[in-house]
């Protein structure tokens, strides 16, 4: 047998791995209804129509060639103005980078900055590929718990217990994935003093950014005077544009301290080409268009926010904390006698109620005993997936 890196088999990725079990259900004619992904075009949403158009105008006028890699001119002069009109930074277009989604820049990131050993400050719970890629860059990523009373917000004190000196970065998710949390500009200011400190960049992972309900957003990129932060963001979920994996990172350095940092990424840019090239020309025509789409769209899944919320927190043995970002909600197993884990419970779930939700624990740390649920299907898709988990719970306890 030719055997894998140990680097590759390691990679865990819960969102999908509950999938498995979901399609041999499906093999067998039974229904099952997905709150496991965070995909928005699998329901009712799509990007907008100036976008689709201009990506077909794009192909058909013959940009199907190799572009730059740190991508299209235009696009990024584009991206350098949104930016200063959503969170007022200082970049310019030699500051901004193109990638193929967010994931691929947190790649690139951790690729230039990770030795083996260094250590990554993530949210506990995260979105799994951020503990994935640290670990496949042989670094180890430490979790800063969240307050799940306060909404999901950061604990700045265990976020201070976790840093060492083999710290290399702390990473941001705001709005957050799972927890739906969106962290104030209190403690955004507490993580860039606490990164000043031990001389650290911030990264922000901003990809829901403006889908906000009750407050708004606010990028420490706006925030830092002296702090280095890397903000990523794309086209998956404000633009609705998932499958284009488009996305881009721009590097907020007033003292220039990321230099040998933003040299390493280009050169892993180099070595994987470029981004999609008429996607890029689509995604100038989504940063410099109308965004009148998103109100219909954030007045919707405000809606199904508030439903799944209430249904939840009426469900015996479950309660869950107000998203206010996202789509995502992170309820509590509050109780345990009936499962060994909360992978467990989800499959049990799913098996009986045939509702697929993705395990706590699959985000890491903070997550154990909580499952994710997305709130993107219409209310009465909800309503029976809301039913059916009633019904099962209500057995379960007796």
Known sequence: ??????????????????????????????????????????????????????????IMEGHNYYGESEGDIELRKAIVEREKKKNGVDITVDDVMVTAAVTEALQFIFGAIVEPGDEVLIPGPSYPPYVALVKFYDGVPKAYLGIEEEGWQPDIDDMRKKISEKTKAIAVINPNNPTGALYDKKTLKEILDLAGEYDIPVISDEIYDLMTYEGKHVSPGSLTKDVPVIVMNGLSKVYFATGWRLGYMYFVDPENKLAEVKEAIGKLARIRLCPNTPAQKAAIAGLTGPMDYL??????????????????????????????????????????????SDKEFVLDVLRNAHILVVHGSGFGEGGEWHFRAVFLPPIEILEEAMDNLEKFMKERLG
């Open 1 to 58: 047998m030719i055997h894998a890196s140990k680097r590759a088999i390691g990679i865990e990725y819960a969102i999908r791995d509950v999938v498995l079990p979901a399609r041999e259900l499906e093999k067998q004619g039974i229904k099952i209804i997905k709150l496991n992904i965070g995909d928005p075009v699998k329901f009712d949403f799509q990007p907008p129509q100036h976008m689709k158009e201009a990506y077909c105008k794009a």
């Open 295 to 340: 109100d219909e769209y954030m007045k919707k899944l405000k809606e199904r926010r508030d439903y799944i919320y209430k249904r939840l927190n009426e469900i015996p043995g479950l309660s869950a904390q107000k998203p206010e970002g996202a789509f995502y909600i992170f309820p509590r197993i509050e109780e345990r006698s009936k499962w060994k």
